[in-house]
């Protein structure tokens, strides 16, 4: 079996706003066929990233490669194979859904008439409506087919679930698992950290503009934190705990608990308990 070529290749970016934080000596990959998540708070500096490796921004040092096509130079010819799905959409005000669906496939050339209208099905896209007169989700979800409907070979996703309900993110993670499996590359940037670890298998970690981890998925979420519940003189209280189970079981004799629970925290704890631990080591970046 040949061995998976990169859909994402960044090698020392590094992009400079003046006093305001960019992006430093970022690098990371990510192979063909797979669904990466990007994980970081707000303003980590995700959003920077994706503009680089889109063209939309001049970064100051580093290179950018997308499927094996050089990101500045080749822009012209990388935006006809990825589709693209930003945090806020923005379309002409006044353009009815279906125009502006069709205008996006003819921006790239291509006739994406059946994709389009299987997606616009899937999801209730209401084409006959302006865009002025959709909610934030109904925008999400007309930005959902423009990024898809021609069957990209990497998709790009900035925080793409913001404004859609449950059931409009589910169906949205079902259409992605259906192109991923056709073999669309995924780089799903996001802060939420439950649905990254439900359907991504590697993630990139950022924070303050610089990646301190890139593993699996898995590794990531593994942590020395517990969450431990007592119940004492019919009272409960609970608290996070890190180290090693004979001082926790020597703590909780002292203490002469009724009942104990110990159990993984939520994952935004994990991930500040690992960004304290980077901290701690004085690690700009870790990787496995």
């Known amino acids: 079996m040949s061995e998976k070529l990169m859909a994402v290749e960044i090698k020392g970016l590094t992009k400079n706003y003046g006093r305001k934080r960019g992006v430093r000596d970022i690098s990371l990959s990510v192979r063909e066929g797979d669904m990466f998540g990007f994980l970081g708070p707000n303003g980590a500096g995700k959003s920077t990233v994706i503009r680089s490796m889109l063209g939309l921004l001049r970064f100051q040092e580093g290179s950018i490669r997308l499927l094996g096509l050089d990101a500045v130079s080749n822009q012209r010819e990388i935006m006809k194979k990825v589709g693209y799905m930003p945090s806020e959409p923005f379309f002409y005000p006044d353009m009815?859904?279906?125009?502006?669906?069709?205008?996006?496939?003819?921006?790239?050339?291509?006739?994406?008439?059946?994709?389009?209208?299987?997606?616009?099905?899937?999801?209730?896209?209401?084409?006959?409506?302006?865009?002025?007169?959709l909610s934030l989700g109904n925008r999400k979800k007309v930005s959902i087919v423009c990024a898809l409907q021609h069957r990209p070979e990497l998709l790009?996703?900035?925080?793409?679930?913001?404004?859609?309900?449950?059931?409009?993110?589910?169906?949205?993670?079902?259409?992605?698992?259906?192109?991923?499996?056709?073999?669309?590359?995924?780089?799903?940037?996001?802060?939420?950290?439950?649905?990254?670890k439900k359907y991504c298998a590697n993630a990139a970690v950022i924070r303050e503009g610089r990646i301190i981890r890139t593993d699996s998925v898995e590794q990531l979420s593994r942590s020395r934190v517990r969450r431990v519940r007592i119940w004492k003189n019919g009272k409960e209280e609970s608290f996070s705990y890190a180290e090693g189970m004979k001082e926790l079981v020597h703590r909780l004799d002292e203490m002469q608990v009724d009942d104990v629970l110990i159990e993984e925290p939520p994952l935004e704890e994990l991930f500040m308990d690992f960004y304290e631990r980077a901290e701690e080591d004085g690690n700009d970046i870790i990787e496995a």
């Not at 996006?104 to 050339?109: P, Y």
């Not at 913001?162 to 802060?191: I, K, V, W």
């Open 96 to 133: 009815k859904v279906r125009d502006v669906i069709r205008f996006a496939a003819e921006a790239r050339g291509l006739d994406c008439r059946e994709e389009a209208r299987k997606i616009c099905c899937l999801l209730a896209v209401e084409e006959e409506k302006r865009i002025r007169e």
């Open 156 to 196: 790009i996703l900035d925080e793409p679930t913001s404004g859609l309900d449950p059931l409009m993110q589910e169906a949205f993670f079902q259409l992605l698992l259906e192109y991923n499996r056709q073999g669309t590359t995924c780089f799903l940037s996001s802060h939420v950290l439950s649905e990254v």
